[in-house]
T-cell receptor, first 115, second 116 residues
Framework: DSGVTQTPKHLITATGQRVTLRCSPR?????VYWYQQSLDQGLQFLIQ???????AKGNILERFSAQQFPDLHSELNLSSLELGDSALYFC??????????????FGQGTRLTVV | AQKITQTQPGMFVQEKEAVTLDCTYD???????LFWYKQPSSGEMIFLIY??????QNATEGRYSLNFQKARKSANLVISASQLGDSAMYFC?????????????FGSGTRLSIRP
């Protein structure tokens, strides 16, 4: 158990809909990352938050947005869903205490299927 | 620009042999860290090993070692005495800078299959 919790584990929804993916980082971790992994692909970096502030942005679509709340949990909102958004969405967190060597701990992922 | 390249989409190796998974990176930041992760078919991401840009020694963790060649900007993962349980996707990743408050980007991965 990595200590990072993602809900839900599976989500099936129709095109055009909006969904919210939730992530609870490891206790005390300030950094939260979101990644998208399409079938048999690598992990595409979407966005990173650090202590409530957006820290870095990857190739995140305008239809996607995220936020980190004061209790450090994070949500990724996906709207106007398309078939191509079907993927495994990972959340990860890392500690601020180890500097650059802090590895990212990953949740189990949310498998999103858009039909 | 920060970039990670893994040029081997897939590899087959005989059980008990050693295997090297290639990773090259590009960054203009003199301070950075390199990570390797394993993703079994069950889907979870498992951290394997870390190498810092200023580390003098190559990192080792059990059967995993990192062949770090800074001048060539390569950070290959070596798995000694491979086991059937090593069959998985392997990802190389990089974080720039001194702080953990920097993004980590991943390569496209290598699918390793171990033959009995």
């Amino acid at each position: 158990d990595s200590g990072v919790t993602q809900t839900p584990k599976h989500l099936i929804t129709a095109t055009g809909q909006r969904v919210t993916l939730r992530c609870s980082p490891r206790s005390g971790d300030l950094s939260v990352y979101w990644y998208q992994q399409s079938l048999d692909q690598g992990l595409q970096f979407l966005i990173q938050y650090y202590n409530g502030e957006e820290r870095a942005k990857g190739n995140i679509l305008e239809r996607f947005s995220a936020q980190q709340f004061p209790d450090l949990h994070s949500e990724l909102n996906l709207s106007s869903l398309e078939l191509g958004d079907s993927a495994l969405y990972f959340c990860a967190s890392s500690s601020q205490l180890q500097g650059a060597s802090a590895e990212a701990f990953f949740g189990q992922g949310t498998r999103l299927t858009v039909v | 620009a920060q970039k990670i390249t893994q040029t081997q989409p897939g590899m087959f190796v005989q059980e008990k042999e050693a295997v090297t998974l290639d990773c090259t990176y590009d960054t203009s930041d003199p301070s950075y860290g390199l990570f390797w992760y394993k993703q079994p078919s069950s889907g979870e991401m498992i951290f394997l090993i870390y190498q810092g840009s200023y580390d003098q020694q190559n990192a080792t963790e059990g059967r995993y070692s990192l062949n770090f060649q800074k001048a060539r900007k390569s950070a290959n993962l070596v798995i000694s005495a491979s086991q059937l349980g090593d069959s998985a996707m392997y990802f190389c990743a990089m974080r720039e800078g001194y702080s953990s408050a920097s993004k980590i980007i991943f390569g496209s991965g290598t699918r390793l299959s171990i033959r009995p």
